[in-house]
């Protein structure tokens, strides 16, 4: 047993020695392992900021053509109710009246002639208020369709 007590104290710098440098080892993996993982982490949140901003862009763009796409639409519309507004004047005051065709003339004596176009098809004047009647129907069936044009410009823009 002295031997082996004996041969343990001849070792036991080397031991200490040995156990220092392991110690030392462990703690520098440790430290640069904890340094890899903040580096990592640095090199994730550079990308995903990169990944964001590039994002943003293309955000920006899309919003902006978004926007023509209303201002262009919003311009249509305005043109639109302005040629109505006059199409409504218009008939008010009589500079434009509606007809329709009929079948039989309608005459207020049978010396008075009905009017004729080329074709040969008599034409009756509609009623002022049914004319407004029949401009408001023909309004909302041109805003729909506006509306339509819009919302289907703006989905093949978003779907792109």
């Excluded at 004047?89 to 329709?100: F, M, P, Q, Y």
Aim: proline share 1%; hydrophobic share 40%.
């Amino acid at each position: 047993m002295t031997a082996i007590l004996s041969f343990i104290n001849g070792i036991r710098g080397y031991l200490i020695l040995a156990l220092v440098a392991v110690s030392a080892g462990l703690l520098y993996g440790w430290s640069e392992y904890r340094q890899g993982y903040r580096d990592h982490e640095t090199f994730a949140k550079l990308q995903t900021a990169i990944l964001n901003e590039a994002a943003r862009q293309k955000e920006q763009a899309l919003q902006a053509q978004v926007n023509d796409l209303d201002t262009k639409h919003y311009q249509e519309y305005q043109n639109a109710q302005k040629t109505i507004a006059q199409l409504r004047t218009d008939v008010a005051d009589g500079k434009r009246r509606l007809s329709i065709r009929v079948k039989q003339p309608i005459c207020a004596s049978k010396d008075a002639e009905a009017s004729r176009l080329d074709n040969g098809t008599a034409r009756a004047d509609i009623d002022g208020q049914d004319a407004q009647d029949l401009i408001g129907i023909v309004i909302e069936g041109d805003q729909a369709i506006l509306q339509l044009n819009a919302l289907q410009d703006w989905a093949e823009l978003i779907a792109k």
